[in-house]
Nanobody, 126 residues
Framework: QVQLVESGGGLVQAGGSLRLSCAASGRTFSSYVMGWFRQAPGKEREFLAWINWGGGVTSYADSVKGRFIISRDNAKNTVYLRMNSLKSEDTAVYYC???????????????????WGQGTQVTVSS
């Protein structure tokens, strides 16, 4: 089991950057594929990015490709989401999540992830 705690959210102007962090408890962090999702008011939870166990393979939603970068530091039990060129439509609560599912076909689906953080609010002002 793993507990996840996000941090780094806040208010930023359009065009600005933020880096979100997600700290995981436990000694098996490297066993989990990690994902980032977001949910805006009145909308469904949206996949943003995933990163594999060692951090060598990543994948992004089209909406954030080229602007967001997911990374992880297994020595620190932490996954990051660097967000650049932020837009007002990026305003949402951002969640990190962990899964033990080994089939990457499912890694974009929220129901694949067993463990979730509490979320951190990101607000982008235009």
């Amino acid at each position: 089991q793993v507990q996840l705690v996000e941090s780094g959210g806040g208010l930023v102007q359009a065009g600005g950057s933020l880096r979100l962090s997600c700290a995981a408890s436990g000694r098996t962090f490297s066993s989990y594929v990690m994902g980032w999702f977001r949910q805006a008011p009145g909308k469904e939870r949206e996949f943003l990015a995933w990163i594999n166990w060692g951090g060598g393979v990543t994948s992004y939603a089209d909406s954030v490709k080229g602007r967001f970068i997911i990374s992880r530091d297994n020595a620190k039990n932490t996954v990051y989401l660097r967000m650049n060129s932020l837009k007002s439509e990026d305003t949402a609560v951002y969640y990190c999540a962990a899964t033990l599912t080994s089939d990457n076909y499912y890694w974009t689906r929220s129901e694949t992830y067993n463990y979730w953080g509490q979320g951190t609010q990101v607000t982008v002002s235009s």
